[in-house]
């Protein structure tokens, strides 16, 4: 059936082992975020054997499904009240910056006698989530009432960088995190064992040296999963894009002009689409969607093809320049960004995975 997402679990595993290669080298423990393929559970079998030191995701359910299992689990999104029991029960750490949601925590922990370890997010300028830096008070008063609570443990800083307000980790902005730890320290004589400092966005760092010394721990998802650092979008060395493919199947091909006729208002998406005028051209649709995919990260295999436009079931493509290789009932690859892969694991209803093993 289809459509399909191939993932050749031999890619996933060099990228896996470059991952630990180039993070565990540089000294930083390593937390192998799952959220980018909903937990699939055939890599969590390599994550397993793997000599990784956390699994993270940004969902409860997706953690659950570690129950039983032997890695330490992280929440990556800031844990909602509501969910306070669920976290305690499902995560061994979570990242938060809300004292009333960690107290929270706290009570669950209490109640089901268990530790819950917390990372305080920093937030050095992305403007996601973490108590502003300037804000040494209440970064000290977050401090001081974790430090009352029973079966807390304030386990150490993080930061996230590069999701929101798209900053670049640097030196410079890291080492603010690490300042901001030690006088943490030496104000409330304690010693803060984990500063998480980011996501793939970081790991361009490491090749450069320039990753500060106490930052001991990265969290990694896209760079594992598509071999590029996202600081600046380079491929890494020895890497592999396309672990993950997707292929569909063409329900429809046919010359059309491209220029759509008569009146135009908005597409099924409230756009206004600019349509160019290619003349008459060979289209082909093929039955997958937005619904499964993000047109715009989704990168045909064969160079001849492009993305003309999708609809939620549909996405039409330009394959004037293909001859005769395609046929109605034949399918075309695509290589996935971040964003499509996102989303062809959510809509598993409707996209099949098959496994290269
Ligand atoms: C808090 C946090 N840390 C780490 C990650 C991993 O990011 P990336 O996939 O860029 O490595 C994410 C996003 O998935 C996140 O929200």
């Known amino acids: 059936m289809y459509p399909k997402l191939v993932i050749d679990l031999k890619k996933v ?28 559970m055939e890599i969590y079998k390599l994550l397993e054997e793997s000599d990784i030191d956390y699994i993270a995701d ?25 969910e306070a029991e669920e976290v305690v029960r499902h995560a061994d750490l979570s990242l938060n910056s809300e004292i009333k949601t960690i107290q929270k925590l706290n009570e669950a922990a209490v109640k089901l006698n268990k530790k819950h370890k917390i990372l305080l997010m920093i937030d050095l300028g992305d403007l996601r ?41 640097k030196k410079e902005n890291l080492s603010v995190l690490v300042e901001t730890a030690e006088k943490i320290e030496n104000k409330f004589s304690i010693k803060l064992k984990m500063l998480s400092g980011g996501n793939s ?12 010394e106490r930052i ?37 091909l046919k010359e059309k002009q491209s220029v759509p006729v008569g009146e135009t208002g908005v597409d099924a998406f409230g756009n206004r689409p600019v349509y160019e005028d290619l003349g008459v051209i060979k289209r082909a ?21 492009s993305i003309l436009g999708a609809s939620s079931d549909h996405l039409i ?36 995975k098959e496994y290269i093993k």
């Open 13 to 40: 595993k060099n990228n896996l082992d470059k991952t630990i290669e180039m993070v565990k080298g540089a000294g930083c423990s390593l937390m192998i975020v799952t959220k980018g393929y909903c937990a699939d």
């Open 129 to 169: 989530e973490g108590i502003f830096f300037r804000d040494e008070e209440e970064i000290y008063h977050a401090v001081e009432e974790m430090l009352k609570l029973s079966n807390i443990e304030l386990f150490g800083l993080g930061v996230n960088l590069t999701c929101y307000g798209a900053v670049i980790p």
């Open 317 to 352: 493509l330009n394959v004037n320049n293909t001859g005769n290789r395609y046929s109605v009932g034949d399918t075309v690859k695509f290589k996935l960004s971040y964003s499509s892969l996102l989303r062809a694991t959510t809509s598993s209803a409707y996209v099949e």
């Open 201 to 212: 966005s970081s790991v361009y760092l490491i090749g450069k040296n320039q990753l500060p």
């Open 285 to 305: 649709i093929i039955a997958v969607g937005r619904q499964d995919v993000d047109p715009e990260n989704l990168h045909p295999i064969d160079s001849e093809i």
């Open 216 to 252: 001991n721990n990265l969290r990694v998802g896209e760079a594992f999963l598509l071999g590029d650092e996202t600081a600046y979008s380079q491929m890494l060395d020895s890497f592999y894009d396309d672990a993950f493919t997707l292929e569909a199947e063409i329900i429809e």
């Open 58 to 82: 940004s969902r409860i359910q997706n953690l659950k499904k570690y129950d039983g299992t032997k890695k330490e689990r992280v929440l990556l999104r800031l844990p909602m009240i509501s």
